[in-house]
């Protein structure tokens, strides 16, 4: 019972603000004290899992070439972001590091801020993980500076937990400021996939295409609630990350001279493998 309403986590939020903030107009004191309780309902949902832990893990191709860096992935912990909320709670944040002498750091001392297009990752092509029909497409966000500094942290925190998030819930979009240009792709089977943070102009699919694994969805950027250019990637079992519950999976890939199928973690470099065949279905 609990999964069925932690799914409306964000809806319980909404409904709470909608009765505080209008106390002027309602007048109601119970109403305002109801809406304060929904509000704190609905974040503490956001650490209840809303479905999805008993399916065996779908099985896909990687969303990227070359060599990577996972960052926040479930194969270190679930939910990997701290939350299951919008459907992430298997999600993973990939950052490129295509040299093998260097070695990533989520914070530096210098600079305070940089573009975007000084960081490997940013244009990097993000591709189909599967044959799909295309459910969602955004790509007019801006691209920010990074924020992998400790102040540029600090800002991050402030501006994304609050002003994106709350400016996300007053719009009614789930999560849009927060995932900034994002593709979601039916995969069939009651599978989704999300691509998030996606470089400004770069989508290059609409609403109703059809693609197919492998094929280029857009390009990798700084968009939404990032502290530096890198691909979000996750599976939910709906269309809607709204009401959606995240979905585990797993992909062929290559780390310290072994392949495998599985999720990549512990911020250890991988590529993933070369598809010689159609992806394992799922």
């Known amino acids: 019972m609990h999964r069925r309403i932690a799914r409306f986590r964000t809806l319980f939020i909404l409904l709470g603000l909608l009765l ?18 929904l509000i704190v309902c609905g974040l503490a949902l956001f650490f209840v899992p809303s479905g999805g832990a008993d399916r065996e893990p779908v099985v896909v191709r990687g969303p990227v070439r070359g060599r990577w860096v996972p960052v926040n992935s479930p194969a270190d ?20 590091v295509p040299d093998p002498s260097r070695t990533w750091e ?38 920010h500076w990074s924020r992998n500094s400790w102040p540029g942290v600090l800002y991050l925190l402030v501006e994304g ?17 927060v995932v900034g240009n994002s593709v979601t792709l039916d995969l069939g089977d009651g599978v ?14 609409a609403k109703g295409d059809r693609v ?9 950027g700084n968009s939404g609630n990032t502290s530096e250019p890198h691909l979000h990637f996750h599976l939910m079992d709906r269309p809607r990350p709204m009401t ?17 199928t599985g999720v990549p973690g512990a911020r250890t470099p991988f590529t993933p493998a070369a598809p010689d065949t159609p992806p394992p279905g799922h």
Request: glycine share 12%.
């Open 20 to 37: 505080a903030l209008t106390e002027p107009l309602h007048g109601a004191g119970a109403l305002f004290i109801a809406g304060v309780v």
């Open 77 to 96: 912990k679930v939910p990997s972001h701290g939350t299951h909320e919008l459907g992430q709670t298997y999600a993973i944040d990939l950052v490129h």
């Open 106 to 143: 989520p914070l530096r001392r210098w600079p305070l801020a940089a573009r975007p297009e000084t960081f490997p990752a940013f244009g990097q092509d993000v591709l189909a993980p599967a044959d799909g029909v295309v459910v969602h497409a955004e790509g007019w966000q801006r691209d």
């Open 161 to 177: 937990m609050v002003f994106r998030q709350l400016l996300s819930l007053l719009t009614l979009s789930a999560g849009r400021f």
């Open 192 to 205: 989704y996939a999300v691509f998030a943070h996606l470089r400004r102009g770069s989508v290059r699919v």
């Open 212 to 220: 197919r694994a492998g094929d280029v969805l857009g390009e990798v």
């Open 244 to 260: 959606a519950a995240g979905l585990p999976f797993a992909f062929p890939y290559e780390a310290g001279g072994r392949t495998e």
